[in-house]
């Protein structure tokens, strides 16, 4: 069945991340560009369901390239998990006469997509926008970068103090069960260890940081640690190493929220646009259930079953780097 479009919906759904109204804006002037209409839905699966939808012009989007967190807010939604909450999200999406979706947001997004997509045959076009980079499929996510250069702004200040005091600091960033966060960034402050979910983490391997990394020869050391119940969480492996080896000045900083907020770098500003841009074009070649990706800096369309069920492999050359240069 062809499906003709004349108006999308576009909304934000899951964890904030920065660069998600780059890409609302340029969805939505996409769009316009072609001739479709666009209705904004607020505060993502939640509101379509409670019928908060708007209808956007080219100057709605003004201004908001360069602001962090979305616009149309964003807000998990149990109710679409079920089936009488995808019922009235459809019949909210037929009342406003909206043929397609165009939705921003991660695998928890992606996944309700794919279901909703399945039940009502409505053509709906993912946009990666995660801090975390765990997608399948795609080598960026919309925010990651930003979270990033926050995440080394945020180490090379404690990297002071820890200098300062001869400490040994444990800092643990944001990525669920994924280490891209901690790992890269690791290497871009020049850290001595990354404890990362994909890497089974035990006490010898801890204690053979201890003995090869925090050593004389340097007067401080740093681990990054992912917050995973895999890796257990900088504070469980703080207080494992003030038992084991009490002559250690051992710290913790969580850095937490503010590596979602903050305005958006260049890539992320221009990832942002770019997929938006390519979302509409998939739309009007009769793409549907896929996620706009990019791979080696081109545009790539990706299956959301493969989006969300394939692990995206962490690259082992970026271990063996962290591990030759913190020596």
């Known amino acids: 069945m ?33 001739g479709i209409r ?13 019928n908060e939808i708007v209808e956007f012009q080219s100057q709605n989007v003004s201004n908001i390239i360069q602001q ?18 995808r019922k009235l999200a ?14 921003i947001g991660g695998d928890g997004t992606f996944t309700g997509a794919r279901i909703f997509a399945q039940e009502y045959n409505v053509p709906i076009i993912g946009l990666p926008g995660t801090i975390d980079n765990d997608l ?7 925010g990651y970068d930003t979270a990033m250069n926050t995440i080394v702004e945020a180490i090379d200040k ?26 890269n960034s690791a290497i871009a402050c020049g850290c001595e260890a990354a404890i990362i979910p994909e890497r089974e983490t035990n006490v010898d391997q801890l204690d053979t940081f201890i003995k090869n990394g925090f050593r004389k020869s340097k007067n401080s050391s740093m681990v990054i640690v992912a917050e995973s119940e895999k890796t257990g969480g900088a504070n469980e492996l703080a207080e494992r190493v003030r ?5 250690y000045d051992v710290r913790v900083t969580i850095l937490g929220h503010i590596q979602r907020g903050g305005s958006p770098s260049a890539y992320d500003r221009i990832l942002a646009s770019r997929m938006g841009v390519a979302a509409i074009d998939a739309l009007m070649d009769e ?9 080696n800096d081109v545009i790539v369309h990706v299956p959301f079953n493969k989006a969300i069920k394939d692990d995206k492999p962490l690259n082992d050359e970026l271990v063996s780097v962290l591990q030759i240069l913190s020596l």
């Open 2 to 34: 062809k499906y003709a479009i004349n108006c999308i919906g576009v909304l934000t759904s899951g964890g904030d991340s920065p660069g998600m109204n780059a890409a609302v804006r340029s969805v939505t002037r996409a769009a316009i560009f072609n």
């Open 38 to 50: 666009v209705k904004a839905i607020y505060r993502g699966y939640k509101g379509l369901i409670t």
């Open 68 to 85: 962090g967190g979305t616009i149309l807010k964003t807000a998990r939604s149990a109710e679409f998990r079920t089936p009488e909450g």
């Open 90 to 103: 459809y019949d909210n999406m037929v009342k406003n006469e909206i043929d397609a979706l165009v939705v």
């Open 136 to 142: 399948y499929g795609t080598d960026s996510t919309i």
């Open 158 to 183: 404690i990297r002071d103090t820890a200098s300062s005091h001869e400490r040994l600091f444990f800092i643990e960033v944001m990525g669920r069960d994924a280490g891209f966060l901690a790992l």
């Open 243 to 247: 038992k084991e080896h009490p002559e």
């Open 287 to 295: 793409q549907r259930s896929i996620m706009i990706g990019i791979v």
